[in-house]
């Protein structure tokens, strides 16, 4: 069609002018359209590792380094096998600078080693770059210098050199290796003035250069040019940046973070992999329903790990649901480690397995690496926010609405309405908080702020301007790309992460999270995952259940929380009853402790609040028996605030719907009747407990006030005794102990069935040695 338009075009004096430029025109359009239709089309990305090498260089860290390769490399290996175009390149990172600290060792032998392994796999066509962002000194850098490539940050600054210390010179074992090291790739001259300080480096003159622009004074014939600034004789050399890029010791573009060399070698989030020198490996298990039974238990365990001097952490993730505050402070536990134990080389991995799902997110993105397990996901809050108490309610009704009464649009519109705002909300503050973690660990932050946005829609992106750079924008962030007086257009979009779509937020596969960055691995489980870090499973210790977590598990049982419940108040009733401190305060003390510590673990802060209840409410118990006798609004209120209390406990949040009222009464009923128990056996204790003998003993006695004088022990029992059936007159409260006036003569009572006013008419019904007991008449 084009060629019959080009053919009947009208000919004139410029006409073959004119046809050469519709045919230019047309071939344009046709590239143009060509190389739109190869936009969809990924550039190969680099595969590879970003590892960190101890200040002091050991064997261990190059057996670490070859058994961490092994995985990556062999897989990277049969991809490339399968499709050559996609599999890119294999990239190892070496940051010779964790947490910009400097590098310095002084075992020669374990440099070199280092050093000859990693020219080794530049043979296998694994391109090695030493990563510099603080001072490299002694033999730490002959492994820098065998790298294929060194990239020094120019802030914070990056120095490398002062191979030999003040005073002292290198053996000419350790020339040699250096020479080796570096022949044919820098100045030799520049690199001797690393460990030599009675050279200084000349820059040649051009008529003289013969390939090297600089050479050593000491060479024969002596080099024509000039001594460089700051290389005459006299120390050894440390090269900062700018004099390191002259040299062609480093790249030309300085990389001032871990962040910006990755995306310059187009390497994903789950390249890194951190201490290279690990001493002890711990496996912490997080299984079940997230709670704050579960947050302590794993702080417990993964301290205790720490303690043992564990310098890998492998958090097993079978969790979910539950609390996503209580998940939100274990993930911020785990991302802050490393600040807590700054001295240690400590690397968290968080092992997803199939049973994670949804609040697990927190404790994954908390991590230093995600590995995961085939099958597995992250994310998946769909069900998790649709749960939640102020959402299910409306969800439910939508439903019902939808399926059993006739359509009535305006309603089923307000409904929809309300459960959108409903489910923003329950949606803000868990979003809020995930984000969070994951930017503290350096994770995408867009990914997980896409697990619970709902019309967010994420773009995966590559440079324009070549290279392998990558990113991932928001629909935002994508069109102010593309559009505006702004545009720069430095990003094309290859991927739709996540659509813009009112049901569903984003859930990552295993794959698809290796894919963007999220997840360093995958892997069919535990043994895989030791095989990847080269560890055996013999190697890995469990930090598991200790005698607390057995102890708390045993008071939490139902039965067990009743019987604390039933002795804690049948003791605080008998102390209540019998006059003084003694033993029944203390054990109903111990029970009450032993009860709100048990279920604090669980229930998190709620316990704090139902602890203040139960207070409260003895405290109103109290006022009631010693202040307003009689069974008034006080009593009333403190019975009913120390059984809320007890069953706040044991349900774990205030009831919200009718459902949950009936399961709080149905766990409240246990503590009603224990407390009924409790009273049933104090009544018949206090009765009965002073005629046991040696049990009476555990009893204080009501002191005598101070200025009464004893009498003879024999006479004043018989005068006791002679009362017997008297009746008199209370001349104190008896709360239950007191004084009754018999004449002239006042006596210490205890009142039988609790509080009797001051002026009452009492009889003496028991006398048991120096006890006196009366009842009101």
């Known amino acids: 069609m084009v060629t019959g338009i080009l053919n009947r075009a009208p000919l004139g004096p410029n006409a073959r002018r004119g046809r050469l430029l519709l045919w230019g025109q047309v071939g344009g359009l046709l590239l143009a359209v060509l190389a739109a239709g190869r936009l969809p089309a990924q550039e190969p990305r680099n595969a590879g590792l970003v590892v960190q090498v101890p200040a002091v260089v050991t064997t261990e860290a190059t057996n670490r380094l070859r058994a961490s390769l092994f995985g990556p490399l062999t897989r990277f290996r049969a991809e490339h096998e399968r499709d050559p175009k996609k599999a890119g390149g294999f990239v190892l990172v070496c940051d010779f600078n964790p947490d910009n600290r400097p590098s310095n060792s002084d075992k020669f032998g374990a440099c070199l080693e280092l050093a000859e392994y990693l020219r080794s796999l530049q043979a296998k066509g694994v391109r090695t770059v030493a990563y510099v962002h603080g001072d490299v000194t002694r033999h730490s850098v002959l492994p820098v210098l065998a790298c294929s490539e060194v990239v020094l940050s120019a802030e914070p600054r990056a120095r490398l050199g002062q191979v030999a210390r003040e005073g002292e010179s290198l053996s000419r074992v350790e020339r040699v290796a250096y020479d080796e090291i570096t022949r044919n790739r820098y100045p030799s001259a520049v690199i001797r003035k690393m460990y030599d300080k009675d050279i200084a480096v000349i820059k040649v003159r051009a008529s003289q250069k013969n390939g090297d622009r600089y050479r050593g004074d000491d060479e024969k014939p002596r080099p024509d040019g000039e001594v460089v600034s700051g290389l005459d004789r006299g120390n050894p050399a440390l090269y900062a940046f700018a004099q390191a890029r002259e040299f062609g010791l480093c790249q030309q573009a300085p990389r001032d973070s871990v962040d910006?060399?990755?995306?310059?070698?187009?390497?994903?989030?789950?390249?890194?992999?951190?201490?290279?020198?690990?001493?002890?490996a711990w496996r912490v298990?997080?299984?079940?329903?997230?709670?704050?039974?579960?947050?302590?238990?794993?702080?417990?365990?993964?301290?205790?790990?720490?303690?043992?001097?564990?310098?890998?952490?492998?958090?097993?993730?079978?969790?979910?649901?539950?609390?996503?505050?209580?998940?939100?402070?274990?993930?911020?536990?785990?991302?802050?480690?490393?600040?807590?134990?700054?001295?240690?080389?400590?690397?968290?991995?968080?092992?997803?397995?199939?049973?994670?799902?949804?609040?697990?997110?927190?404790?994954?993105?908390?991590?230093?690496?995600?590995?995961?397990?085939?099958?597995?996901?992250?994310?998946?809050?769909d069900g998790y926010i649709d749960g939640q108490p102020a959402v299910e309610p409306l969800r439910k009704r939508l439903d019902e609405r939808d399926r059993g009464q006739p359509a009535n649009p305006a309603l089923r519109?307000?409904?929809?309405?309300?459960?959108?705002?409903?489910?923003?909300?329950?949606?803000?503050?868990?979003?809020?908080?995930?984000?969070?973690?994951?930017?503290?660990?350096?994770?995408?932050?867009?990914?997980?702020?896409?697990?619970?946005?709902?019309?967010?829609?994420?773009?995966?992106?590559?440079?324009?301007?070549?290279?392998?750079?990558?990113?991932?924008?928001?629909?935002?962030?994508?069109?102010?790309?593309?559009?505006?007086?702004?545009?720069?257009?430095?990003?094309?979009?290859?991927?739709?992460?996540?659509?813009?779509?009112?049901?569903?937020?984003?859930?990552?596969?295993?794959?698809?999270?290796?894919?963007?960055?999220?997840?360093?691995?995958?892997?069919?489980?535990?043994?895989?995952?030791?095989?990847?870090?080269?560890?055996?499973?013999?190697?890995?210790?469990?930090?598991?259940?200790?005698?607390?977590?057995s102890l708390a598990d045993f008071l939490r049982d139902p039965w067990t929380s009743v019987v604390l419940v039933m002795l804690g108040?049948?003791?605080?009733?008998?102390?209540?009853?019998?006059?003084?401190?003694?033993?029944?305060?203390?054990?109903?003390a111990v029970c009450f402790v032993l009860f709100f510590w048990s279920h604090s673990q669980l229930n998190g802060q709620i316990t704090w609040l139902a602890i203040l209840l139960f207070v409260l409410g003895l405290l109103l118990i109290g006022l009631e028996i010693f202040v307003l006798p009689g069974l008034g609004v006080a009593g009333i209120s403190g019975i009913?605030?120390?059984?809320?209390?007890?069953?706040?406990?044991?349900?774990?949040?205030?009831?919200?719907?009718?459902?949950?009222?009936?399961?709080?009464?149905?766990?409240?009923?246990?503590?009603?009747?224990?407390?009924?128990?409790?009273?049933?056996?104090?009544?018949?204790?206090?009765?009965?407990?002073p005629s046991i003998p040696f049990a009476n003993r555990l009893m204080l006695r009501p002191q005598e006030e101070a200025g009464e004088v004893d009498e003879p022990l024999d006479s004043a029992q018989a005068e006791l005794h002679a009362l017997l059936g008297a009746i008199g007159v209370a001349a104190t409260p008896l709360r239950p102990a007191g004084k009754m006036q018999f004449g002239e003569q006042f006596i210490d009572v205890v009142a039988e069935g609790g509080y009797v006013l001051p002026g009452t008419r009492v009889q003496v019904i028991e006398i048991e040695g120096n006890r006196v007991v009366v009842k009101e008449v």
Not at 569 to 588: H, N, R
Not at 642 to 649: A, Q
Request: net charge negative; charged share 25%; proline share 3%.
């Open 260 to 280: 910006e060399v990755m995306a310059a070698y187009g390497l994903s989030r789950g390249s890194l992999r951190q201490p290279l020198d690990r001493l002890a």
């Open 285 to 381: 298990v997080a299984a079940g329903t997230v709670n704050g039974e579960m947050k302590e238990k794993l702080e417990r365990r993964v301290k205790r790990a720490l303690a043992q001097k564990a310098n890998l952490i492998i958090v097993d993730l079978e969790c979910g649901d539950g609390d996503s505050q209580a998940a939100y402070e274990m993930g911020l536990f785990l991302a802050r480690l490393k600040e807590q134990y700054p001295e240690r080389q400590l690397e968290t991995i968080a092992f997803v397995g199939d049973q994670a799902r949804n609040t697990a997110a927190f404790l994954a993105f908390g991590c230093n690496r995600i590995v995961m397990q085939r099958g597995a996901r992250l994310g998946d809050f």
């Open 413 to 549: 519109e307000d409904l929809k309405r309300q459960l959108r705002a409903a489910r923003e909300a329950a949606e803000g503050v868990v979003r809020k908080n995930l984000t969070e973690v994951a930017g503290l660990q350096h994770y995408p932050v867009l990914l997980a702020e896409g697990m619970l946005s709902r019309d967010l829609r994420i773009h995966a992106a590559v440079s324009t301007k070549g290279g392998s750079a990558r990113k991932l924008l928001s629909e935002e962030e994508f069109q102010a790309d593309q559009q505006g007086e702004k545009a720069t257009h430095l990003w094309r979009s290859v991927d739709l992460v996540k659509p813009a779509d009112e049901n569903k937020y984003l859930t990552l596969g295993a794959e698809r999270a290796r894919e963007l960055g999220v997840a360093q691995d995958v892997v069919h489980g535990l043994n895989d995952l030791y095989e990847l870090e080269g560890v055996s499973p013999g190697e890995v210790r469990l930090a598991d259940s200790d005698w607390l977590d």
């Open 569 to 588: 108040i049948t003791c605080l009733i008998l102390e209540l009853k019998m006059p003084g401190v003694g033993l029944p305060g203390v054990v109903s």
């Open 640 to 689: 009913l605030l120390v059984l809320g209390s007890l069953g706040l406990v044991a349900y774990g949040h205030w009831p919200r719907s009718n459902e949950e009222w009936v399961s709080f009464g149905q766990k409240l009923s246990p503590f009603g009747i224990s407390i009924l128990g409790a009273l049933a056996a104090a009544f018949i204790l206090a009765r009965y407990l």
